[in-house]
Every structure is written in structure tokens, then in C-alpha cells.
């Protein structure tokens, strides 16, 4: 989130680091739109190992040549590199729940699902330990890019080891035609195709249409502190305090989440069903943008209660997003997971760009503007 914006983004209406970070995420939606129907084709031809085995080795791919280019001096390659983490992240995990949904039947996935998605959460603040420590370290870029394509592909290995448990009789079809291509349909011809599936989509886009709002609001917030304190002090480096503050806030997000998921959310999957993980995170944003509407905005409150959103979202929501697969067929879990859990959730992300820029460019709303549309749209949520 760098607070130099390049005179050509500010030309074309983009004026501070705030909006670069929303319009990224449409760019990201763009780039869903072509690799969902090409990942649905590639699903139609190859059995399910092959389609892990070809979408892990294409990305694995993708690091490797940003690892190459990282130091090429190519003009906004960061924001390049933000674009295609944005979608890598979305379609490399919606995989592994899919083939999750796969082997596991509903009663099984009800009560494993919290647990696996312990490791999941667990996965974040570690993963940003490590990178925080490789940086301190003097690591190279470059060195942590082939680190990171390397772990990324020592989880096929961990693939083949549980499809080999699989085809000993512990998954749960007993046709002999699991490891067959599937149907011919696309991704986004099965989403629409089913009710049940087009209301997952549209709960998506609600979801990440608040949080991406919610986002744009914390670094609102953030970037006039900066510049508050950088006019106050000339030698304030405001990038510096913008990075620390995103890697405080960052780390006590993925810190209650983890906290969220081993002692939460199963107990509310226990007693209360899928109604209490799929509530449990609107009625948390309908608090925190509650407060902010109400004129509650100082940079400390809404940085815990975008806390509290962001951790329910990483942990509670992230369960529930999950066993609403469970009951769908494998084409679903394979094709359409993979559109509603990519495209659909940036879809989301991109109106909200487009809220943002209408916010912004012609009705100049404020952060308390922006709060009380989120307050709406949480009602229709």
C-alpha cells in the first residue's frame, strides 16, 4: 500500500493508494472471467489427480517466472504481483476444499471441516512469521519466490499419499467412475443451472462487497493518519508506518482467527447447525459498521472492529463457506466451487470498486457514508 500513486493512475481518476488497493480487485475479476472456463475445460478432459497435479504446476509456474521478473524494474509489477496473488489465493484453496468436499460425506465433513480448517487459519500468521523473519534476515526476494513455489509444490505429495488412502476403500463413492473426467459443463453454467448454487454465489458477492468496503474505509483511515502525521513532522516516513501498521493489524487478525477456529467454531457448528456460522459473521458487521455510521471513527476503534470482522470471516464464515458444498455433486464441487469461490468472490470485490469510485468521484461520501451503505447492504446479506 504505497502512498505514491503514478501520475498516469492519478489521470485517470485514481488518487491515493486507498483506491488502488479496491480497482486492483476488479482487475482480478477480469482475469477470473477467462480462468474459470478455461479451468472448467481442463476439468471436462482429466480426472480429478490430474486436475491438482495441472492447476498446482501452473501456478507453481507463475512464481517461478515472478521470480525472474521481480527485479526487471517492470513498471507496477507490484501491483501486478497483488492482482495474481488475489486470484492464485482464491483458486489454489477453493481446489483443496473441493477435493476436501469430495472425499469426505456430509456427517463427516460437518465434524472434520473445523478441524481441518484449523490448519488452514493456523497456516497465515506462521507463513507471514516466516516471510517477516526472511526479511530480517537479508533474504532475497527472488530466494523467497522459489521457497514459496517449492512449498507450493511439495502439497502434491501430500495429495497423492491421501488419494492413495482413498482408493483403499476409505472415501465415500462406491461407483467405480471417481477418477473419471466429468460432464462437459463450465463452471459457470452449473452455477447457474442450480438455485441452490446461484444463492452461495450471491452470498458471496454481498460478503466480499462489505469486507472489500470495510477494507477501503480501515485504509482511508489509515492513509490520513499518515499524511496527518507527515504534515505535522516533515520526516515522518508514512510508508513506513502504513507497512508497520498493516503488519500489526494483520498479525492480530490471523491471531483471533486461529483462536476463532480451535475453540469457536466447531462448538457452533455442534449446537446451533450451518444457521450458526453462516449468522455469525453479518451480525459482526452489522455491529462494527453500526458504530462507525454512528460517528464512531477514530483509527483505533474501526482497526479492532475490522479486526473482529476480518478474524470471523478468516475462521467462522471461512468453515461455513465450505460445508455448503457438501451436499452438491462432484462437477459442482470440481467446476462450480471454483467459479463461486474465485469469480464470484471478486465479483463482489469489484462493485465494490465501483462503489468506492461513485463514492469518492460524484457523491463524495465519508467514512461514515461508506459505513451506513455497508450497514445496508448487510440487511440484504
Given at each position: 500500500l504505497n502512498t505514491e500513486v503514478p501520475d498516469f493512475l492519478q489521470r485517470l481518476g485514481i488518487r491515493g493508494p486507498a483506491e488502488v488497493k479496491s480497482y486492483a480487485a476488479a482487475a482480478q475479476a477480469l482475469i477470473l472471467m477467462a480462468f474459470v472456463p478455461a479451468s472448467s475445460w481442463f476439468a471436462s478432459r482429466v480426472d480429478r489427480m490430474k486436475l491438482i497435479y495441472g492447476v498446482t504446476l501452473f501456478f507453481a509456474a507463475n512464481i517461478l517466472l515472478f521470480a525472474l521478473t521481480v527485479g526487471s524494474g517492470v513498471q507496477l509489477m507490484g501491483v501486478l504481483f497483488y492482482v495474481w496473488v488475489g486470484f492464485f489465493s482464491l483458486s489454489i484453496i477453493a481446489q483443496f476444499w473441493s477435493y476436501a468436499n469430495d472425499i469426505y460425506t456430509k456427517e463427516a465433513g460437518n465434524r472434520i471441516f473445523?478441524?481441518?480448517?484449523?490448519?488452514?487459519?493456523?497456516?497465515?500468521?506462521?507463513?507471514?512469521?516466516?516471510?517477516?523473519?526472511?526479511?530480517?534476515?537479508?533474504?532475497?526476494?527472488?530466494?523467497?519466490?522459489?521457497?514459496?513455489?517449492?512449498?507450493?509444490?511439495?502439497?502434491?505429495?501430500?495429495?497423492?499419499?491421501?488419494?492413495?488412502?482413498?482408493?483403499?476403500?476409505?472415501?465415500?463413492?462406491?461407483?467405480?467412475?471417481?477418477?473419471?473426467?466429468?460432464?462437459?459443463?463450465?463452471?459457470?453454467?452449473?452455477?447457474?443451472?442450480?438455485?441452490?448454487?446461484?444463492?452461495?454465489?450471491?452470498?458471496?458477492?454481498?460478503?466480499?462487497?462489505?469486507?472489500?468496503?470495510?477494507?477501503?474505509?480501515?485504509?482511508?483511515?489509515?492513509?490520513?493518519?499518515?499524511?496527518?502525521?507527515?504534515?505535522?513532522?516533515?520526516?515522518?516516513?508514512?510508508?513506513?508506518?502504513?507497512?508497520?501498521?498493516?503488519?500489526?493489524?494483520?498479525?492480530?487478525?490471523?491471531?483471533?482467527?486461529?483462536?476463532?477456529?480451535?475453540?469457536?467454531?466447531?462448538?457452533?457448528?455442534?449446537?446451533?447447525?450451518?444457521?450458526?456460522?453462516?449468522?455469525?459473521?453479518?451480525?459482526?458487521?452489522?455491529?462494527?459498521?453500526?458504530?462507525?455510521a454512528v460517528g464512531v471513527t477514530s483509527l483505533g476503534l474501526v482497526r479492532w472492529l475490522k479486526t473482529a470482522e476480518n478474524s470471523t470471516d478468516y475462521s467462522v464464515m471461512n468453515t461455513a463457506r465450505q460445508l455448503l458444498w457438501l451436499p452438491t455433486t462432484r462437477e459442482e464441487k470440481y467446476k462450480a466451487k471454483q467459479a463461486v469461490d474465485s469469480f464470484f468472490v471478486r465479483l463482489g470485490d469489484l462493485v465494490s470498486a465501483v462503489v468506492v469510485f461513485v463514492g469518492t468521484t460524484m457523491l463524495a461520501l465519508g467514512v461514515r457514508g461508506f459505513a451506513l451503505l455497508n450497514v445496508g447492504v448487510v440487511l440484504l446479506w
Open positions: 473445523p478441524i481441518i480448517a484449523i490448519g488452514m487459519t493456523a497456516g497465515t500468521p506462521v507463513g507471514a512469521w516466516i516471510a517477516e523473519q526472511m526479511f530480517s534476515a537479508g533474504i532475497h526476494v527472488n530466494l523467497m519466490l522459489y521457497l514459496a513455489a517449492g512449498i507450493l509444490l511439495t502439497t502434491l505429495a501430500v495429495y497423492t499419499i491421501v488419494n492413495r488412502g482413498t482408493e483403499r476403500g476409505t472415501r465415500k463413492e462406491e461407483d467405480s467412475k471417481v477418477e473419471a473426467p466429468m460432464g462437459k459443463r463450465s463452471g459457470f453454467a452449473l452455477v447457474f443451472a442450480s438455485r441452490y448454487i446461484m444463492l452461495i454465489a450471491g452470498l458471496m458477492i454481498l460478503l466480499n462487497l462489505v469486507n472489500t468496503t470495510g477494507e477501503y474505509i480501515l485504509s482511508r483511515l489509515v492513509v490520513s493518519h499518515a499524511e496527518a502525521a507527515l504534515a505535522a513532522d516533515p520526516t515522518f516516513d508514512t510508508n513506513a508506518y502504513i507497512g508497520a501498521f498493516y503488519g500489526n493489524f494483520f498479525f492480530w487478525v490471523n491471531i483471533v482467527a486461529v483462536v476463532f477456529q480451535a475453540f469457536l467454531v466447531s462448538r457452533l457448528v455442534k449446537y446451533l447447525g450451518l444457521a450458526g456460522v453462516l449468522f455469525a459473521l453479518p451480525l459482526t458487521s452489522f455491529a462494527a459498521y453500526g458504530i462507525i
